[in-house]
């Protein structure tokens, strides 16, 4: 199966009711805009499209209605924006789900920043300092930026078979200059593949396009857009959606600009996940 190569969203809006929207990588690059995503996203809005920004972040929806603001990404572009950091902390606060209610009291955290705490936010969860104290890892951000660093906590943990939350399911995103940085999940696949329990949470999980679903009942026709393969693509396809795949983000230096179709065609055969359409940009 081969991805269509397309313009820009403009050739293909008419066919979704829904569309599900990357931040980083596709909207913006951390601190400004892409060209053309903020016309992308006002067009969609005069078209009355239903747009929920789906993130990995690993932070509540707080931090990205701020950040976004920041950019120009005016509230009217999106009617909601779905976190995978929001997504861990509606499980602390309603612990249905038997992972949950099983967990201990106690956590060493992995992050960007003090404010990834807010995850645990009305729930009785506490910080602690030393894996030794910890009932569990709750990995929001990686701060540190090597695996060298993590690797001897998480040797300890895994002692005790301590499970790992990532609030941040992405192995690595595009910096502001256009390197690559490590993120969450990273660490935590180092962690399961050391033989520790991880519980994933954001894209490509049914639990996050079953939420965005709920957000858009009426919606039917679902487009996933995003520079993630792994994440933003195979989420899509999984939820019975369309995917759109950004190539100028994570997978950029495979692609090249403007991208190559044999190029695109290896990196999917290497993924073995195919969008249903490829863009260069995200653009109208």
């Known amino acids: 199966m081969s991805t269509n190569l397309v313009s820009g969203l403009s050739e293909i809006v008419d066919d979704y009711d829904l569309f599900l929207i990357d931040q980083w990588g596709v909207i913006h690059n951390g601190e400004t805009a892409h060209d053309g995503a903020l016309e992308a996203l006002a067009k969609l809005h005069e078209a009355n499209k239903r747009v929920i920004i789906l993130s990995n972040s690993g932070k509540r929806v707080e931090d990205s209605f701020a950040r976004m603001e920041r950019m120009g990404v005016k509230p009217d572009y999106y009617d909601h924006v779905v976190t995978s950091g929001e997504m861990v902390h509606r499980n602390f606060l309603e612990p249905k789900d038997p992972f949950y209610a099983a967990l201990g009291k106690n956590y060493v955290i992995f992050s960007w920043n003090d404010d990834s705490n807010a995850v645990t936010d009305g729930s009785d969860k506490q910080k602690v300092d030393d894996i030794d104290d910890a009932d569990f890892i709750l990995c929001t951000g990686t701060d540190q930026?090597?695996?060298?660093?993590?690797?001897?906590?998480?040797?300890?943990a895994v002692t005790r078979n301590l499970p790992l939350i990532c609030a941040n399911p992405d192995l690595v995103s595009v910096a502001p200059d256009g390197t690559l940085n490590m993120c969450p999940g990273m660490v935590a696949k180092t962690y399961e593949e050391m033989g520790g329990p991880v519980r994933w949470h954001g894209k490509p999980q049914k639990e996050t396009y079953d939420h965005c679903k709920a957000l858009a009942p009426d919606c039917t026709r679902i487009l996933g857009i995003g520079d993630s393969l792994r994440h933003d693509i195979k989420g899509a396809n999984d939820a019975g959606g369309d995917g759109l795949f950004v190539c100028g983000g994570i997978h950029a230096?495979?692609?090249g600009n403007p991208p190559n179709e044999v190029a695109l065609a290896n990196l999917f055969d290497i993924y073995a996940i195919t969008p249903k359409y490829s863009v260069a940009r995200f653009v109208w």
Not at 145 to 156: M, N, S, T, V
């Open 145 to 156: 930026g090597d695996l060298d660093f993590y690797r001897p906590i998480l040797e300890k």
């Open 253 to 255: 230096d495979e692609v």
